[in-house]
């Protein structure tokens, strides 16, 4: 796993900070290639499917028997680390080849996927592939388009999967799987604070998403008077402090975070005015409502303040991911796998997005956390221990295993 890990680091953009391969890239597609070939040299058969997934499948015993899926991704975000998503792959990849090794054959076929773009894509949506699977993956998404102008439809064609068909409702049907589990970096402090080795997770919080345009007037930087601008770059700076503001004192009540992570502006020129700015506000709560009362109240209060500038704020919706609790059974499989193993574990919930809070639309799916140092994630300083990785594939092993001896055929 460490050698797999340590391999895709080094298949990186080369003109961003490490480790960066983000989705829809030349380095992406060259981590997917070695990947494949790591997948078939472990006996597993590979297809890629409609949603962009890479799938490497272990054959089951039992004929006409559901898929139990394992997996995560492995895109990252602009300077994201080596762990987040990777770790889940390659534990993923590890549990089915040590099953193939030992010539052990589960009753349910046992899948290996490598989700499509679970990180916010340059095209808005995250979790391209697996909302591919859940068939939330809606034409509005589809036609986005990049800053080139290349839609997410074409985008996708390009990694080898096909739109149509991922527009057209869950493209392996209504029960894809008999069951699905993640194992992920926590990317959090928790774990590692309390001393422990795994979280099982019992569900993932609601996430909206949504774009912002601050609309002034591009003006000469000497000429115009202080008090007859309409600086696009003030209201952003008011917008920024009031999410912050009022996100700080939901979190209290709600445990409601919110970032504006991405701005751009224009002109961007030192003596010109700022004309306009967009910027991004991405809020999760563990209740949606949460998150909508939320973002409508930064629009309503933010509109009236950037009016008192004579700025007009427009917003589009981006993304909505619903929160989810995951499927008793498998959150019951992972705890049992953790005490045969003899690791202790806690139950939490994750406030980052996975590909499996969209999976668990579709069946029965869990998901385990191992420890990540000082809680550090979306930055090159992600690390999680082998010995930590490895409790990490030893659990998943095992709940798969109870999944596969307990979950029906079909
Ligand atoms: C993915 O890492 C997310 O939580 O946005
Ligand atoms: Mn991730
Ligand atoms: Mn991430």
Not at 52 to 62: C, T, Y
Request: charged share 20%; net charge negative.
């Amino acid at each position: 796993m460490e050698g797999r890990i340590q391999h895709l680091a080094a298949i990186i953009d080369p003109a961003l900070p490490p480790y960066t391969r983000r989705a829809f890239t030349e380095p992406f597609l060259r981590g997917r290639r070695w990947l494949q070939a790591e997948f078939e040299a472990a006996g597993l058969s590979t297809v890629t499917d409609a949603g962009g997934n890479l799938m490497g499948k272990l054959a089951g015993s039992e004929p006409g028997a559901l898929p139990i899926a394992m997996g995560s991704h492995s895109d990252t975000v602009v300077g994201g680390g080596r762990y987040d998503g990777i770790a889940g792959v390659v534990a993923a990849l590890e549990v089915a080849q040590s099953l193939a090794e030992d010539g052990m054959r589960p009753r349910h076929p046992l899948w290996v996927v490598d989700f499509l773009a679970e990180e916010a894509s340059d095209y808005g949506p995250s979790c391209v592939g697996s909302r591919a699977i859940a068939g939330t993956l809606s034409p509005a998404m589809l036609e986005a388009a990049n800053a080139q102008g290349e839609s997410l439809a074409e985008a996708l064609r390009r990694m080898g999967g096909d739109p149509d068909r991922a527009a057209a409702g869950p493209i392996h049907g209504r029960e894809p799987f008999a069951a699905f589990v993640e194992m992920h970096i926590e990317q959090g402090p928790v774990l590692e604070s309390e001393g422990l080795p795994i979280g099982v997770v019992t569900g993932v919080v609601g996430i909206r998403r949504l774009a912002l345009r601050v609309q002034g007037q591009a003006d000469h930087a000497g000429t115009t008077p202080m008090h007859m601008r309409r600086d696009a770059l003030v209201g952003a700076a008011e917008l920024i402090k009031l999410v912050h503001q009022r996100a700080r004192e939901a979190h209290t009540h709600t445990g409601l975070v919110a970032t504006v992570g991405q701005m751009t502006h224009s002109p961007n020129q030192s003596n010109v005015v700022p004309e306009s700015a967009l910027l991004t506000i991405d809020a999760r709560c563990a209740s949606m409502q949460g998150v909508t009362d939320f973002t409508d109240a930064i629009v309503r209060e933010g509109g009236s303040l950037l009016a008192g500038h004579g700025l007009a704020l427009e917003h589009t919706l981006v993304l909505d991911a619903e929160p989810c609790s995951f499927a008793p059974p498998v959150r019951q499989a992972i705890g049992n796998a953790a005490r045969k193993r003899g690791h202790a574990f806690r139950e939490m919930q994750s406030g980052a997005g996975h590909d499996a809070m969209h999976i668990a639309q579709v069946c029965p799916t869990g998901m385990l956390f191992v420890p990540s140092r000082g809680g550090r994630s979306h930055a090159s300083q992600e690390h999680t221990t082998t010995q930590q990785l490895c409790v990490g594939a030893e659990v998943l092993l095992e709940a798969v295993l109870e999944l596969d001896a307990t979950l029906p055929l079909r």
